[in-house]
C-alpha cells in the first residue's frame, strides 16, 4: 500500500479560514491514518504486506502561502 494523499491550500495563513485547515488536515493527515486501519488488519491477517508512506521537502522548508500543507506533512 501506498499512502500519498494530499491536498494543499494557497493563501496567507491571515486569510485562511480554519475549516480550510480542518479539511486538509482531514485528507493529508487522516485520510491516510484511515487507509492504514483498513488494510493492516489484511496484512496481519495473510502474515505480510508493505507500507509506504509519502511526505513532502515542505515538511522541512517552508512553502509561502501554503501554510496548512506544510504543517500538515510534518
Same mark, same amino acid.
Given at each position: 500500500?501506498? %499512502? %500519498?494523499?494530499?491536498?494543499?491550500?494557497?493563501?496567507?495563513?491571515?486569510? !485562511?479560514?480554519?475549516? =480550510?485547515?480542518? $479539511?486538509?488536515?482531514?485528507?493529508? *493527515?487522516?485520510?491516510?491514518? +484511515?487507509? !492504514? /486501519? =483498513?488494510? @493492516?488488519?489484511?496484512? @496481519? /491477517?495473510?502474515?505480510?504486506?508493505?507500507? +509506504?508512506? $509519502?511526505?513532502? *521537502? =515542505?515538511? /522541512? *522548508?517552508?512553502? /509561502? @502561502?501554503?501554510?496548512?500543507?506544510? =504543517? +500538515?506533512?510534518?
Amino acid at each position: 500500500m501506498i %499512502n %500519498n494523499a494530499g491536498i494543499f491550500q494557497r493563501s496567507l495563513c491571515i486569510d !485562511t479560514e480554519l475549516s =480550510a485547515y480542518r $479539511t486538509l488536515f482531514e485528507v493529508d *493527515v487522516f485520510g491516510q491514518i +484511515a487507509l !492504514t /486501519k =483498513a488494510v @493492516l488488519p489484511v496484512m @496481519l /491477517k495473510q502474515g505480510s504486506g508493505h507500507i +509506504a508512506v $509519502t511526505s513532502s *521537502v =515542505a515538511d /522541512k *522548508v517552508g512553502v /509561502k @502561502l501554503r501554510s496548512s500543507y506544510c =504543517a +500538515a506533512r510534518q
